[in-house]
């Protein structure tokens, strides 16, 4: 994989200008495939960018995220 081609990241959100013009500039951002549920989009929605795409990819489906103790038994 080439350099700057595949960023992983936190929630686009709070983002100062500079933050924001590095993304697209510097590392020539052009969509954002988010992988978190709907409820983690709902807490944290990201910021929209210019000339940024968006996809939604819900890869837990309807299962919930949970750490409950319970299912680390073994």
Request: charged share 35%; proline share 4%.
């Amino acid at each position: 994989m080439k350099p700057h081609k595949l960023l992983r990241g936190g929630p686009l959100e709070n983002l100062d200008d500079q933050t924001r013009a590095r993304l697209v500039d510097e590392f020539e951002l052009t969509h954002v495939i988010d992988l978190r549920t709907l409820n983690e989009q709902d807490r944290q929605p990201n910021e929209i960018l210019d000339g940024v795409r968006y996809t939604h990819l819900d890869i837990l489906g309807k299962r919930e995220r949970t750490t409950k103790q319970t299912q680390w038994k073994c």
